[in-house]
């Protein structure tokens, strides 16, 4: 089993930039797909951003151009970059690696926006 623990969240104002982390409990050395997703109470988490072993990112309509998705190495395996925040971009923030074998979540980290 893997341990995923997200880190870089916080309060930023509008317009301001977050680098979120995803650590690893152990070392991932080979994964299908990596990805971030986010969450809002009520509402079901949705895709930010995806990022593929052959290194193809996928982004959300409503972070293209701001958000920016990379490979770590094998204890960071994935992190997102992101710029121009805006108040819509507030909530949890949960980071996906799919190893083939094994599907893992971590914890979440909260970044709120205000405006």
């Known amino acids: 089993q893997v341990q995923l623990v997200e880190s870089g969240g916080g309060l930023v104002q509008a317009g301001g930039s977050l680098r979120l982390s995803c650590a690893a409990s152990r070392s991932i050395f080979s994964f299908n797909i990596m990805g971030w997703y986010r969450q809002n109470p009520g509402k079901q988490r949705e895709l930010v951003a995806t990022i593929t072993t052959r290194g193809t990112r996928n982004y959300a309509d409503s972070v293209k151009g701001r958000f920016t998705i990379s490979r770590g190495n094998a204890k960071n395996p994935v992190y997102l970059q992101m710029n121009s925040l805006k108040p819509e971009d507030t909530a949890v923030y949960y980071c996906?690696?799919?190893?083939?074998?094994?599907?893992?979540w971590g914890q979440g980290t909260q970044v709120t926006i205000s405006s």
């Open positions: 996906n690696i799919d190893t083939y074998r094994d599907n893992y």
